[in-house]
């Protein structure tokens, strides 16, 4: 093997494991920022993820170790980390039209499990390859570090522990740092060009590949250049706000109209503000039944919303029931400053930046409203979906107290995750009513445990003192209809919610196909853009 000067004394060799285990983490906790706004970012998505990555390095190991074997030359493997660094730096420039082009062609060849295959054909293209390369880093410096083999524990397990050190930092680094305050575009960017960094260094101190080196920097700053500030939402306009957070891809639109939050591309609106006041069409407005059914909605009380987004329940309630005194709880605490922001959302109103649950296991207050709005397309908290989430937000209702749900998938299907939603909360309380809510795909569902909340709810729902309130809850009351529970309940140990959402939304997305497929047969790659 030819002498290298920078590797003589190997701390090269370890920084090269350093940073390439670091870059292989923070890859993956991009893909999955760049994956989530349109396919989710699930539990599914998120081992699909892995799982792909993870193949890709073993091949990587594998191929890597025999060609160490073969040809012991590191301008082999550092000529792999500069393919590496570059292909990672145009996943920004070149992933969402990759993203595009499969969701158009899975369109024409799939029928079921649309978001799994998506998910995973959007992997084997974008990120194998990269990923790949970088799992011939450790076969390979095994082969240079190695001296004699009186050393090769030694040798092997301090190369590990770069390793290991690395991907802890490039785990903690994207989520905590570069994501929140660059964006997924930037990590990208920012840690090819670490890997870049490297291999240029090696090249340049060997004085080989220089051209190809400098030829391959200059594509990387173009890549910068193009890749940088690039929109996940690329085919939309007029957007007040795009950005990221260390929990959401987030959005927001604005009209004369109206202002909109969506936290994922393809899944429509987590929060709306009507600039004029009153009603929004969407189910927020059926949820207005629980305060004349808990009986305050001419009385003092007290709401508690989990799942607050920029506060749509929460200004509603207080523009028709202002003796409510509202408390939020949100987990994302960018959604709560664009709540302030851009939806005007009631400074007095009280916003605890926690995770729902959580929120009930410290909280000692009683409410007697509870509002759960925490579940968002396929992605539903399992630890919020279960018999013992449900008993904590029992315990913080008052006597009379109702607690409203909102479920975002219909389905008729048999049990379907509304079935068991509901099943589990009607393990919990003795009344529970559901409504489906028109236009949408979401159903409203209203738990208590006061037999006199249900027996009275047309009256008291009469006593809403907003006349146009009035006139929509009155047509919403014939449509409760009370739940008769069955036997699938979920526990902290038994949740497949996420199952049991992809069947769902498996459904819907398999309906929209039949359109755009008749669209493409009738007017070919034009009409299928249109």
């Not at 990387?220 to 260390?246: D, H, M, N, P």
């Not at 003092?300 to 749509?312: A, C, H, N, Q």
């Not at 207080?318 to 939806?343: C, M, N, S, W």
């Not at 279960?386 to 937000?393: A, M, N």
């Amino acid at each position: 093997m030819k002498k290298h000067a920078l590797l003589s004394n190997k701390t090269y060799l370890y920084l090269t494991e350093f940073f390439s285990g670091m870059g292989v983490m923070a890859v993956e906790l991009a893909a999955s920022r760049l994956i989530a706004p349109y396919f989710s970012s699930s539990q599914i998505v998120w081992t699909i993820i892995i799982a792909t990555i993870m193949i890709a390095m073993a091949l990587g190991n594998i191929w890597g170790g025999r060609q160490a074997d073969r040809d012991p030359d590191p301008d082999r493997l550092y000529r792999r980390i500069l393919v590496a660094a570059i292909w990672i730096a145009a996943i920004p420039v070149v992933g969402r039209y990759v993203i595009l082009g499969v969701s158009a062609l899975l369109i024409l060849a799939v029928d079921t499990n649309y978001l799994i295959w998506a998910a995973l054909v959007t992997c084997l293209l974008v990120f194998v390859y990269p990923l790949f390369l970088l799992g011939t880093v450790t076969p390979s410096l095994v082969k240079y570090s190695v001296g004699n083999l009186a050393d090769t524990g030694t040798v092997v397990g301090r190369l590990g522990a770069y390793n290991t050190i690395g991907s802890i930092l490039g785990t903690f680094l994207p989520t905590f740092v570069t994501i929140p305050a660059v964006g997924t575009a930037a990590t990208f960017l920012i840690f090819s060009g670490v890997l870049l960094a490297l291999a240029a260094a090696y090249f340049f101190s060997e004085r080989r590949h220089v051209v190809l080196t400098a030829v391959l920097i200059a594509v990387y700053l173009a890549c910068a250049i193009l890749g940088s500030g690039g929109k996940v939402a690329f085919w939309q306009g007029k957007l007040a706000y795009e950005g990221e957070s260390v929990y959401n891809y987030l959005q927001v639109t604005d009209d004369d109209d109206s202002t909109v939050l969506s936290t994922n591309v393809l899944f429509g609106v987590q929060s709306i503000r009507i600039k004029t006041g009153g009603l929004t069409g969407m189910y927020y407005d059926y949820a207005l039944a629980a305060p004349a059914l808990a009986g305050v909605a001419d009385a003092p009380g007290r709401l508690l919303v989990l799942g607050m987004g920029t506060g749509t329940y929460a200004t509603q309630c207080q523009q028709y029931f202002p003796q409510l005194t509202a408390t939020g709880v949100e987990i994302d605490d960018k959604i709560t400053d664009l709540a302030h922001r851009y939806f005007a959302l009631d400074p007095g109103i009280k916003v605890y930046t926690y995770d729902g649950r959580a929120f009930l296991q410290a909280d000692k207050g009683r409410y007697d409203v509870i509002m759960v709005d925490a579940y968002r397309d396929i992605t539903i908290p399992f630890q919020m979906s279960t018999v013992e989430f449900f008993r904590l937000v029992a315990d913080h209702l008052t006597a009379g107290g109702v607690m409203v749900m909102n479920m975002n998938m219909y389905t008729d299907a048999p049990d379907s995750i509304n079935d068991y939603l509901s099943d589990t909360v009607a393990a919990v309380f003795p009344y529970v009513y559901t409504v489906d809510v028109a236009g949408s795909t979401n159903r409203e569902l209203f738990a208590t445990a006061d037999g006199q909340a249900a027996a009275a709810m047309a009256g008291r729902l009469d006593q809403v003192s907003d006349a146009a309130l009035r006139r929509f809850l009155s047509g919403v009351a014939p449509q409760l209809q009370a739940y008769r529970p069955g036997s699938l309940v979920m526990t902290d140990d038994k949740a497949p919610v996420e199952l049991l959402g992809m069947k769902v939304i498996d459904g819907m997305i398999s309906n929209e196909l039949v359109y755009y497929r008749r669209r493409f047969w009738e007017n070919g790659f034009s009409g299928l853009l249109g």
